[in-house]
């Protein structure tokens, strides 16, 4: 019999008073709740229960024991509605791994205040991070899913242009091949966790020129550079959700659209298993529907 079981049936013959009435209770055998007993003690080293034929009384340590088994007892069924009351309604902490500036960036205010008590904490890094050693409960990464524990689900499919404002391209001129970009200020990314930067998947240009593009700034983040190519300091390769309101507005130009290539795929990555918690799935449900909105 386990530790618990050990506990359960130890009150019930407290509050019982009788192995033949708690064994009624519980639904075994008299001399199965007897040996139960027996076990116990033997394990605690202690006697808990005076026997006599007809009854039985705790002892002056059963007494102890038995207030503190009631604690215990109380402590786990009060943890069990609590587990139960999460799987009927979704809270609690929920750990989420991003990019910054990602697609999802701009849901997540409203799913705080749709779900209020799940306590959102995110996580904005370019580096890919071990889902489960760090204990996250759902990550937002695009490219490939290098990890087979993890369950995934592709939200969207996004894109990268070159852009430029209609200023600098008036002042250094159009580039109309990839070969120009060799000839123009270029704004780039370096990944933190790497040191090294992004290279621009640009078709017609070698690998080895896609690394040695002209460099006229270089930061860690989205919002920099595409505050820098608004600005008419050079061109920048961004994600097409990131410019595209800029694109709209006519403060940013695309060129070179023939020759960019990167399309990539952006999914929802959670640790694989039996028992999905709620906070998770209504996580995942919210932004599937906002992807399919």
Not at 16 to 40: D, M, N, Q, Y
Not at 159 to 169: N, R, T
Not at 244 to 258: F, I, M, N, Y
Request: charged content about 25%; glycine content about 6%; proline content about 4%.
């Amino acid at each position: 019999m386990d530790h618990l079981g050990g506990l359960e049936l130890f009150v019930q013959v407290a509050k019982a008073g009788s192995f033949v009435e708690a064994a009624r209770l519980t639904g075994v055998s008299p001399s199965a709740v007897s040996k139960g007993i027996a076990r116990l003690e033997a394990r605690l080293k202690v006697r808990l229960l005076n026997r006599s034929t007809r009854s039985v009384a705790l002892t002056a340590e059963g007494t102890r024991f038995y207030q503190n088994t009631l604690v215990i007892l109380r402590a786990v069924e009060d943890a069990e509605q609590d587990l139960t009351q999460i799987r009927k309604y979704p809270r609690g902490k929920l750990k989420v791994s991003m990019a910054e500036e990602s697609m999802v960036s701009s849901f997540m205010a409203d799913f705080a205040l749709a779900w209020p008590d799940i306590e959102l904490e995110l996580v904005v890094s370019d580096r890919m991070v071990n889902v489960i050693e760090e204990g996250f409960d759902v990550v937002v990464r695009s490219g490939n899913i290098g990890d087979s524990r993890l369950m995934a689900k592709k939200l969207a499919v996004f894109s990268s242009k070159v852009v430029a404002s209609p200023d600098y391209l008036a002042k250094a001129g159009t580039p109309e091949n990839p070969a120009d970009l060799l000839r123009h200020a270029c704004l780039h990314y370096r990944f933190l966790h790497s040191g090294k930067i992004e290279h621009w998947q640009i078709r017609g240009l070698e690998p080895a020129a896609a690394g040695t593009l002209p460099v006229a700034m270089v930061c860690n983040n989205i919002q920099g550079r595409l505050d820098f190519a608004k600005r008419g300091v050079g061109l920048a390769w961004l994600p097409d959700y990131i410019v595209q309101g800029a694109l709209d507005e006519g403060t940013l130009v695309s060129v070179l659209d023939e020759y960019a290539i990167r399309v990539e795929p952006l999914w929802l990555l959670w640790p694989s298993g039996p028992y999905l918690p709620l906070k998770t799935r209504v996580f995942i449900d919210y932004l599937s529907t906002c992807f399919a909105a």
